[in-house]
């Protein structure tokens, strides 16, 4: 079986892939996760995947190696990650008592064979409508820095979110069944 590389220091898909029994090592990309001009966001998630998955692969001579990118969007407005706790107020109450979109881009590279193969999984998610008092006790946790859309739906946040349609592992941050069967048709797993 081949070395599987996560191309990520998202200690969430890490902890995703464990949790599904995947051996892995990690091998953080360097890839700057900026959005080009008129870029749509599954274009964005898509792109910025295999970019990751592509660099960590050009420095490796054999192995799998598996790049992610998650966003989320609101009315086609791709949110990013909150640059402090003021941003997450004003994300949390944009998506307060609304349906938005999670997307994730994953890119699979065989690097002997020098093949790849890759998506965009959609989940839908409706948060409840959040009160002032709520969003403030959730910034203060410190749980929404660093996460797209200033959420962790696997914490706190959980208790915040209506409902959703689709993969909860890609509100995660990986899409972990299309993951998985990418990985088996590269005869990774």
């Known amino acids: 079986m081949a070395v599987i590389v996560l191309a990520s220091a998202s ?15 990690v091998v953080s990309s360097r890839v700057v996760e900026e959005r080009l001009p008129g870029e749509a966001p599954d274009e964005l998630v ?12 050009a420095a490796r001579r054999e192995g799998v190696v598996l790049g992610a990118d998650t966003e989320v969007v609101l009315e086609g407005e791709v949110l990013g990650k909150p640059r402090d706790d003021e941003a997450a107020r004003v994300m949390l109450a944009r998506l307060s008592g609304r349906v938005h979109d999670v997307l994730s881009g994953y890119e699979v590279c065989d690097v002997a064979a020098g093949r790849s193969e890759g998506g965009v999984v959609r989940t839908r998610v409706e948060f409840a409508a959040l009160s002032p008092a709520e969003i403030d006790a959730y910034v203060a946790t410190g749980e929404p820095r660093g996460k797209a859309g200033a959420y962790a739906i696997q914490g706190r946040a959980a ?9 909860y592992t890609n509100v995660v941050g990986l899409p972990l069944r299309e993951v998985l069967e990418a990985l088996g048709r590269m005869g990774a797993l």
């Open 46 to 57: 898509r792109r910025l995947a295999a970019a990751k998955a592509r660099a960590v692969a």
């Open 159 to 167: 208790g915040l979110i209506r409902r959703i349609e689709g993969s």
């Open 11 to 25: 200690p969430r898909r890490a902890d995703l892939l464990a949790s599904a029994g995947v051996p892995f090592i």
